[in-house]
């Protein structure tokens, strides 16, 4: 198995640019998850999907984030426009069944914002 | 509501020393508890988990951990320390009705050689 693909694996834009980060989850996982980590922040949630429908998003920064899952092999993050402080990593992650599954993560999206 | 704490943001041995990773938990359900490993510019991988079955759980590249609910603890230990073992680790919480992963603030382990 490729593992879970997150394109593209860096990304330096300008402030006020729009930003759109991809994943593609293990085949046949029906959970998915967007996580950020910064050096303030850490490692924190921003939206997590159960069979293509989100079902927290309760992480999401403010209406300048955005993400969808239109399908069960494939997600978006937006963020339009994007600001210096949305810099970070961005990580994937899925996994299928139960709280107790383990996460399978990404190699993560490095995103620099000038 | 879930929360990790890890004690320690940088913990340094010597090769073949004993490795402890301390993580304390709070939860208001039975939690369910990862150790994941993070090397530089990767992404994370999965040590260990707890998921109510033995308290005692192994993982991989001979690390441990005990859960011990009396002190709401979930320490990692590795009786010796290899370079290869040098990288990031984050301890992390869910639970019932919350599938996404609550992270404590990671440890940096170095290994001197």
């Known amino acids: 198995d490729a593992g879970v693909i997150q394109s593209p694996r860096h990304e330096v834009t300008e402030m006020g640019q729009e930003v759109t980060l991809r994943c593609k989850p293990i085949?046949?996982?029906?959970?998915l998850f967007w996580y950020r980590q910064t050096m303030m922040r850490g490692l924190e949630l921003l939206i997590y999907?159960?069979?293509?429908?989100?079902?927290?998003d309760s992480g999401m920064p403010e209406d300048r984030f955005s993400a969808k899952m239109p399908n069960a092999s494939f997600s978006t993050l937006k963020i339009q426009p994007s600001e210096p402080r949305d810099s970070a990593v961005y990580f994937c992650?899925?996994?299928?069944?139960?709280?107790?599954?383990?996460?399978?993560f990404g190699p993560g999206t490095r995103l620099t914002v000038l | 509501a879930q929360s990790v704490t890890q004690l320690g943001s940088h913990v340094s041995v010597s090769e073949g020393a004993l490795v402890l990773l301390r993580c304390n938990y709070s939860?208001?359900?039975?939690?369910?508890l990862f150790w994941y490993v993070q090397y530089p510019n990767q992404g994370l991988q999965l040590l260990l988990k707890?998921?109510?079955?033995?308290?005692l759980v192994k993982g991989i590249n001979g690390f441990e951990a005990e859960f011990k609910k009396s002190e709401t603890s979930f320490h990692l230990t590795k009786p010796s320390a290899h370079m290869s073992d040098a990288a990031e680790y984050f301890c992390?919480?869910?639970?019932?009705?919350?599938?996404?992963?609550?992270f404590g603030s990671g440890t940096r382990l170095q290994v001197q050689p």
């Open positions: 992650a899925s996994t299928l069944g139960g709280t107790d599954n383990e996460q399978f």
């Open positions: 085949s046949g996982h029906n959970s």
């Open positions: 999907f159960n069979n293509n429908v989100p079902i927290d």
């Open positions: 939860s208001s359900v039975p939690p369910y």
């Open positions: 707890y998921t109510s079955a033995a308290t």
């Open positions: 992390a919480v869910s639970g019932t009705g919350r599938r996404a992963l609550t």
